[in-house]
């Protein structure tokens, strides 16, 4: 016997009337019998009537009252139902009778019909649902025990994955913050040591061409400050990068400067800077003149040092 013998029978006390795929139809017609002693089911075969259709399709309700019965998916049991009643016809159509329990039999007539024929097959056996005896002290104790770990351990999973989720969390934004710093330091450090000033090679049409001071010395020539004037190192860049400040120099001396740079460190932080200066012998009150002529070649703002 198939689990949907009992359903049909069970389906039909409840909602009296069933559609069989291909098959027909099932219909109680009258009174149930009231359940006999020791649970034993009434039987329904003298209130069930049978139609023959071969256009009938299965009952909605039954798919879903069979969906609720076995807590299974509703498409599943639906594509379940379908092949069951399948293997039904096939075994109709070679001369065997489908017995659905408590109701009666189906079979294939002569004429290529179904017929019903009612008959004294025991109907399933109603199975009661055991629940908890709360009569017994102790076995209500447990039941209220065992209902209230189950809660408390579904609680502490959920608390679980909760903290494990935020620590995943933290990593993924400690992860992104370490990157920003990393790419933001990197750009500064690049910034530090890439030229602040270049001296332009070529100049527009309609600008004035600042030409060296007539003042400032070939880079050839030594420097050697006379009594009345003072020599004096006129910073225009600082730097990190050692290499920027003896690329810088060089150029500066190509264009007939008298260029040079030293070197400071800081004695709290060990970190070494360059500073890149013009050199030149001049007096005291022509420091100014010659400062402002250095700041119109370049930009930056012009420090002066007296040797």
């Known amino acids: 016997m198939s689990k949907y013998d009992a359903l049909v029978y069970d389906f039909l006390v409840e909602h009296k009337q069933i559609s069989i795929e291909k098959i027909g139809t099932l219909q109680v017609v009258g009174p149930i019998p009231p359940i006999e002693k020791d649970n034993v089911l009434p039987s329904l075969k003298d209130v069930v009537q049978f139609n023959f259709d071969k256009k009938a399709t299965t009952s909605l309700q039954f798919i879903e009252f069979a969906a609720a019965r076995f807590a299974k998916n509703k498409s599943l049991v639906a594509s379940d139902i379908e092949s069951y009643f399948e293997q039904v016809r096939q075994f109709i159509n070679i001369g065997k009778q489908y017995v659905i329990p408590g109701v009666g039999m189906i079979g294939m007539l002569k004429i290529g019909q179904y017929d019903f024929t009612p008959n004294e097959t025991p109907p399933p056996a109603a199975i009661p649902k055991p629940q908890p005896n709360f009569n017994d002290t102790k076995a209500e104790t447990a039941y209220e025990t065992e209902t209230v ?13 909760s903290i494990v989720a935020i620590f995943i969390g933290v990593l993924v934004v400690a992860g992104i913050g370490y990157f920003v710093y990393t790419l933001v330091t990197g750009n500064t450090n690049n910034e530090e040591n890439t030229a602040t000033t270049e001296i332009a090679t070529t100049a527009d049409t309609t600008a004035t061409v600042v030409q060296p001071d007539t003042v400032l010395l070939n880079n050839n020539s030594q420097i050697q400050p006379t009594s009345d004037s003072v020599l004096y190192k006129f910073i225009h860049e ?9 690329s810088r120099t060089a150029k500066l001396k190509a264009y007939g400067y008298n260029a040079d740079f030293d070197s400071i460190t800081d004695p709290a932080t060990a970190v070494t800077k360059y500073r890149l200066f013009v050199a030149a012998n001049r007096l005291n009150g022509d420091t100014l003149k010659l400062k402002d002529s250095l700041q119109q070649l370049f930009t930056p703002r012009i420090i002066t040092i007296a040797q």
Not at 238 to 246: G, K, Q, V, W
């Open 238 to 246: 600082t730097t990190a990068s050692r290499n920027r400040a003896i």
């Open 149 to 161: 770990q189950k809660t408390t351990n579904k609680t502490s999973q959920q608390t679980l994955l």
